[in-house]
């Protein structure tokens, strides 16, 4: 599995940014995808988890309302959009994946990761 994650950047307060991943190697029908960051200093923390089966997803309280997860299953590629940023949102964002079709935020249990992306958010 190979997971590509893309987008990162520099972005004001405010602003809105939109992360891609793309997936290959496999067969992604039955699996969850996943976005995590890492703020500098801090331990990994969930994001935001897409079912591929049900098109259901999950959010982090932190984010909720602003970032929106989505996906093409065709293309096998998930987004991210960043809106309203704020300088707490800087990390490095990574991509995810699980081979089953059921979320679990614990980045511990995470099958597959990409290599991360840079987000950096000035005030």
């Known amino acids: 599995v190979q997971l590509q994650a893309s987008g990162g950047g520099l972005a004001q307060a405010g602003g809105s940014l939109r992360l891609s991943c793309a997936a290959s190697g496999r067969d992604f029908s039955d699996y969850s995808m996943y976005w995590y960051r890492q703020p500098p200093g801090k331990e990994r923390e969930f994001v935001a988890a897409?079912?591929?089966?049900?098109?259901?997803?999950y959010y982090a309280d932190s984010v909720k309302g602003r970032f929106t997860i989505s996906g093409d299953s065709a293309k096998n590629t998930v987004w991210l959009q960043m809106n309203n940023l704020n300088p707490e949102d800087t990390a490095v964002y990574y991509c995810?994946?699980?081979?089953?079709?059921?979320?679990?935020?614990?980045?511990?249990?995470?099958?597959?990761w990409g290599q991360g992306t840079l987000v950096t958010v000035s005030s």
């Open positions: 995810a994946a699980d081979p089953f079709d059921v979320v679990d935020t614990a980045p511990t249990g995470i099958f597959y």
């Open positions: 897409l079912r591929w089966k049900t098109g259901k997803s």
